[in-house]
């Protein structure tokens, strides 16, 4: 039986292989070696603690927002793992992890946070679609790079991430139904942090689970541990085969938590309690990856104190590369789009100029 089979949103079951406290789900294995593990650990934890410093910088008005990760590392790390050279990446605005899994720079990812646009330039070879902050719409992306990829005759997957709130959108719907008829080598990937800003899960679908919305547009679809690395990249390694074979697109449901505020506008304190998020520490992906490690003699705290210096001395360097790119001229926000400035623009731009 194959895993989607096995784990039909029907069922109800949700797939895990790596528990909260380091053990593994009885009959199931690691899908990967330890050695990666380690190096998977690694990056989430350079990932996790380049986040924390995105964060900082905003509080210290050297970046305009920002989109934090925190506590959803393992979807991001897991999923992307999953890819080959030549796959797509699609983003929405909180990918953080799957862009540095693609091979982005950390100085690049922060210059578009520090406003800079060239911060969006994926460099060629590396296929990263630009932040979405429109929420939903670049899963209809996802699907015309995959449909694209398809029609060329090219063994290539897009990868899309988005949140719960993503799957109100009407985007999302017409994408998954697109990709359902034309079978496009696209895997969706939900990312269920329990929130849409204030909305929690609960008030996003009367759905018992996002991951059986997959049914109605026929289509595999799979709700997974977001917080079990293990189990995140086996269901995406089996959607990325299934799709890179011609066997259409899958719908994944990670089911996951978002620690941090939405983003840096955002207080959370306003609409949930401490209270609400106590159970959900314990769940924390990088718990769980301690304890495995841990037993196997791969982890303890010197270990960590040595990758969190290495980190954070690759974080400084990133830091200083970025802030060192010149600021963009104001110009910038009024190119691009045409090939000839049209005249309300021209007016805006003098406009701005004047205020400045
Ligand atoms: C089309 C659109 N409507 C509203 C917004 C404002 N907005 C930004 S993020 C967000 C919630 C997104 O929630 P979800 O899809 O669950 O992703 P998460 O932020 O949890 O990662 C909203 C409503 C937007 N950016 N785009």
């Known amino acids: 039986m194959s895993l989607f089979e096995e784990y039909h949103p029907l069922t109800g079951k949700m797939f895990q292989i790596l528990k909260a406290d380091g053990t593994l789900v009885s009959g199931q294995k690691p899908p990967i070696s330890d050695q990666e593990i380690f190096a998977l650990y690694k990056k989430m934890l350079f990932i996790r603690l380049a986040d924390q410093r995105a ?10 927002t920002y989109a934090p990760i925190w506590g959803q590392e393992a ?3 897991g999923s ?43 460099p060629e070879g590396m296929n990263v679609m630009p932040v979405s902050v429109p929420v939903g719409t670049q899963t209809l992306h996802a699907v015309g790079v995959a449909w694209a990829a398809k ?20 985007d999302f719907h017409e994408a998954m139904n697109f990709a359902g008829v034309f079978k496009t080598p696209t895997v969706f990937f939900c990312q269920n942090n329990q929130f849409a800003i204030s909305v929690p899960r609960s008030l996003q679908t009367a759905s018992k689970t996002i ?3 997959a049914i109605a547009y026929g289509c595999d679809g ?63 992906p990088f718990v769980r990856l301690r304890f495995y490690l841990g037993e196997k003699g791969m982890w303890d705290e010197e270990i960590e104190n040595r990758l969190t210096a290495e980190a954070q001395k690759e974080i400084d360097q990133a830091v200083k590369d970025a802030e060192a ?3 963009p001229q104001v110009e910038e926000i009024f ?20 205020t400045l």
């Open 325 to 327: 790119v010149p600021s």
């Open 222 to 284: 799979i709700q997974v541990d977001g917080n079990d690395l293990f189990a995140v990249y086996l269901a995406t390694k089996e959607a990325v085969e299934k799709a890179r074979s011609g066997g259409g697109p899958t719908l994944i449901e990670g089911v996951t938590y978002r620690f941090g505020p939405h983003t840096t506008a955002d207080d959370p304190t306003k609409y949930r309690t401490e209270a609400e998020i106590e159970p959900w520490k314990p769940l924390d």
């Open 55 to 64: 964060l900082m910088l905003q509080r210290q008005g050297r970046f305009g």
């Open 335 to 354: 190119q691009y789009v045409f090939a000839e400035m049209p005249h309300p623009l021209k007016e805006q731009l003098e406009y701005l100029k004047s």
């Open 211 to 213: 991951a059986q919305k």
């Open 75 to 77: 979807c991001q790390v």
């Open 151 to 170: 029609l060329r005759g090219e063994k290539v997957v897009a990868l899309v991430f988005f949140g719960d709130g993503a799957t109100s959108k009407g």
């Open 80 to 122: 992307a793992y999953a890819l080959q050279k030549g796959d797509w990446v699609v983003p929405a605005f909180r990918e953080i992890g799957a862009t540095l899994m693609m091979g982005i720079s950390l100085k690049s990812f922060y210059l578009y946070w520090m406003g800079n646009e060239m911060g969006s330039r994926a």
